[in-house]
């Protein structure tokens, strides 16, 4: 009969598995695969990891009770990914280190990887070893899994709208709190590019930031006073009047605030390629074609983030082997 007891999966015991046995994969520490961003960047990569350890901590907190009580120690078994909706695949390196820190005996089979478009009913990965750590971390692993996958398929459908201009698609700020590596990994993926970061790897002086300074021109003097010349300046604004006081100060890139579709054009005339352009505002999926034809370089959407469907997934087992 298995140990009805907190053990192995608490709080204490996470991040210290058994070690592997002879042949095992052994747990990563460098995430790679289609789209990672910044892969050698340590900030990057501790994010994420810290990430999995936090939906961890939370999700088995003092230990999975339900699957010590039920299922022995010595059982192993095998599970199968299945897309029940058709979409982008993202997140499969994320699952895998879900389980590699419960259990690095369990190993995950990847049969398409990170940013295939599969159709509903497609088997995408297996996961082999211990029942007990298979199923503790079923939860965790789909939900990092649906949700990079659902932003990685709504960023494909905003890329795929706009293939016939030379627009390109980013994405913003906001992102789940605690999430932005992941999410901003999964827009990426699905075909998208990444805008800032944080705050700290991009300047963009924003209508506030001109209001509490007085103009655009005395904010972009401040900055270039700062020791800020290896990052970007980007400067938002919201009418033609801005757009021409601002294309004299030689920034990176214009942001476009929330203007009309002739405004666009009009900007991009203005602008007659001096500085690329950026549209942002209220921009969706049926709207994304018609401003991409203005002729701007750029369009940043937050609805590739900030209200995201998960695409469905689900983990079902398909052998169970208790050798007691």
């Given at each position: 009969?298995?140990?009805?007891?907190?053990?192995?999966?608490?709080?204490?015991?996470?991040?210290?598995?058994?070690?592997?046995?002879s042949g095992s994969r052994k747990r990563s520490t460098v995430y790679s695969g289609p789209g990672m961003p910044n892969s050698t960047d340590t900030r990057f990569t501790s994010m994420i990891a810290e990430a999995i350890r936090r939906a961890l901590e939370e999700d088995v907190g003092a230990g999975d009770v339900t699957t010590l009580c039920t299922i022995p120690d010595e059982a192993r078994s095998s599970g199968r990914f299945l897309a029940k909706e058709s979409g982008v695949i993202a997140g499969l390196e994320v699952a895998r280190e879900v389980y590699a820190r419960l259990d690095p005996r369990l190993e995950l089979e990847v049969l398409f990887p990170d940013g295939s478009?599969?159709?509903?009913?497609?088997?995408?990965?297996?996961?082999?070893?211990?029942?007990?750590?298979?199923?503790t971390g079923e939860r965790t692993a789909l939900n990092f899994l649906q949700r990079m996958?659902?932003?990685?398929?709504?960023?494909?459908?905003?890329v795929q709208a706009v293939a016939h201009t030379k627009a390109r698609i980013l994405d913003?700020?906001?992102?789940?709190?605690?999430?932005?590596?992941?999410?901003?990994?999964?827009?990426?993926?699905?075909?998208?590019?990444?805008h800032r970061?944080?705050?700290?790897?991009?300047?963009?002086?924003?209508?506030?930031h001109v209001a509490a300074v007085g103009s655009?021109?005395?904010?972009v003097r401040r900055v270039r006073e700062g020791d800020l010349q290896q990052r970007p300046v980007v400067v938002e604004v919201r009418t033609l009047e801005e757009l021409r006081e601002t294309i004299e100060l030689g920034v990176s890139r214009v942001l476009l605030d929330n203007m009309t579709l002739e405004q666009l054009r009009q900007a991009v005339a203005i602008t007659a390629g001096r500085v690329p352009l950026e549209a942002s505002g209220n921009v969706t999926l049926d709207n994304v074609a018609q401003v991409a034809e203005t002729g701007v370089?750029?369009?940043?959407?937050g609805v590739l983030t900030?209200?995201?469907?998960?695409?469905?997934?689900?983990?079902?087992?398909?052998?169970?082997?208790d050798s007691r």
């Open positions: 009969m298995p140990v009805c007891s907190v053990g192995f999966f608490g709080l204490a015991a996470l991040g210290r598995a058994p070690k592997p046995q478009v599969l159709e509903a009913g497609t088997v995408f990965a297996r996961v082999h070893g211990p029942c007990q750590a298979l199923l996958s659902g932003i990685a398929t709504q960023t494909r459908r905003f913003t700020r906001k992102t789940a709190p605690g999430l932005r590596a992941l999410d901003k990994w999964a827009v990426r993926i699905g075909g998208g590019v990444n970061f944080g705050l700290w790897d991009e300047v963009l002086i924003k209508d506030n655009i021109r005395e904010a370089d750029f369009i940043s959407a900030h209200s995201v469907k998960a695409l469905d997934i689900s983990l079902d087992l398909e052998t169970i082997v």
